[in-house]
């Protein structure tokens, strides 16, 4: 379900999770979408600096990840699993 790639800054055709391996609660949302087979790009900002001045961008200047981007251009920052459920329209 994961793939990794480079900053994309830009609205994609599917979900972009911008976080960091170290982080529980980045954890806990791939393994949310993974377990219900909701594909997604990776994006580490540990390693992406582009991606983290967009995570802090987009968050008034808090690095705060995950930070999820949907297809839409809505932009979750820290979701609970029920927040994804609810934003997939998926039981939790």
């Not at 979900?15 to 954890?27: E, F, H, L, M, R």
């Not at 909701?38 to 990840?65: C, M, P, Q």
């Amino acid at each position: 379900m994961t793939q990794d790639r480079g900053a994309s800054l830009g609205l994609s055709e599917g979900i972009i999770i911008y976080g960091t391996d170290w982080c529980p609660d980045c954890i806990r949302a791939r393994r949310f979408l993974d377990r219900n087979k909701v594909a997604y790009t990776w994006i580490d900002t540990d390693k992406d600096r582009l991606a983290e001045a967009f995570v802090r961008h987009s968050n008034n200047g808090k690095r705060i990840v995950p930070t999820i981007l949907f297809p839409d251009g809505t932009i979750l920052a820290e979701p609970s699993d029920q927040a994804l459920a609810e934003k997939l329209e998926l039981p939790e």
